[in-house]
């Protein structure tokens, strides 16, 4: 009996959970947030050839900072053998009123090179993480000037995640990416993000949706996105995501491929598969124990024994019921 009650709940409970293990969809990494957050592009609209690289500002980079208080760029064609190349000041200004930005235009074309940020303020210092992959300058210049070194540009979002959406019947793939530095709370010049789509990475894309700026997800910092605009089951897509800031745009990597499927298991009810099958497993267990002729304590109800002795007196007096 015991052995019949446990092959029950291992059907109703085990059985699907092994199905979701095995077929639960994988999902990307989850994005990073190293200090200072670096990136580094080529920067748009420069024909002479440079890189911009973007970082977010210290909490003690603010106005009261001393004239000593700075960051330094550290820069290499390697993983290794930094040199300084610039120094920004606390109290230059900024890109943004979270960010700074240093262009740097003693690049040779066609060459590519790591990054680095370092702080040093009051006898503190610390590095930022390092531009993987390195960029590459471009490699073919013209005699179009190059815009101001002052000007602040747009930087892309960055981390672009595609995945089929989880928990539901097919039909829908879900978007993440970090946001750009440039999308500020409050920010009058940031107008929000589009989202464009293809069948194929080198096709032409069409633009799906639109998002505003600032987190979907506080706790994770992320924007997210949904897509469930004809999504076939049976195709594969590939997207990329344009943030729009101050008349400018900035393009993300691509992500894909990623197909949309349906979920044969919703692990967001696990806890009622689980007490469905403790529920079922009792009812079980008392029909054998019924089977096997052991007596059951059931409740009496009091409505139910009135209703016996109106009936017995009834009776006993010889009137109807």
């Known amino acids: 009996m015991v052995k019949k009650i446990s092959a029950t709940f291992a059907l109703i409970v085990l059985l699907p959970l092994v199905i979701w293990l095995v077929h639960e969809p994988r999902m990307p990494g989850s ?25 977010f500002k210290i909490s003690d980079d603010n106005e009261s900072a001393q004239q000593t208080d700075a960051y330094a760029i550290l820069r290499s064609q390697t993983t290794q053998d930094y040199q300084p190349i610039a120094t920004v000041n606390f109290n230059q ?17 066609g060459q590519s090179y790591y990054y680095k940020v370092v702080a040093n303020w009051d006898g503190k210092t610390i590095s930022s993480n390092t531009t993987e992959p390195p960029v590459k300058s471009i490699n073919t210049l013209s005699a179009t000037p190059a815009i101001e070194p002052t000007t602040a540009i747009v930087f892309p979002p960055t981390q672009l995640r595609a995945f089929d959406t989880p928990n539901d019947n097919g039909g829908n793939i879900s978007l993440e990416w970090k946001l750009s530095p440039n999308d500020i709370i409050k920010s009058k010049e940031f107008q929000g993000y ?42 594969s897509y590939y997207y990329y995501v344009i943030a729009k800031w101050d008349n400018q745009t900035a393009k993300s990597d691509i992500a894909g491929p990623v197909k949309a499927s349906a979920q044969w298991f919703h692990k967001g009810r696990s806890v009622s598969l689980i007490l469905l099958g403790i529920l079922i497993a009792t009812i079980l267990y008392y029909i054998q124990q019924a089977k096997a002729g052991k007596e059951l304590y059931i409740r009496k109800i009091a409505g139910l024994e009135a209703v016996d002795e109106a009936v017995g007196r009834a009776t006993e007096m010889g009137k109807k019921v």
Do not use: C
């Open 194 to 235: 589009d989202v464009y789509r293809a069948n194929n990475p080198n096709g032409q894309f069409v633009i799906i949706g639109d998002a505003t700026g600032g987190e979907s997800d506080e706790g994770r910092h992320v924007k997210i996105f949904g897509d469930g605009a004809r999504v076939n089951s049976d195709s």
């Open 93 to 109: 200004p900024s890109a943004t009123i979270k960010t700074r930005q240093y262009r740097d235009s003693s690049v040779i074309p």
């Open 31 to 55: 994005i990073s947030y190293p200090p200072f957050d670096l990136t580094a592009i080529n920067t748009p609209g420069d024909s002479l050839g440079s890189i911009t690289l973007n970082w």
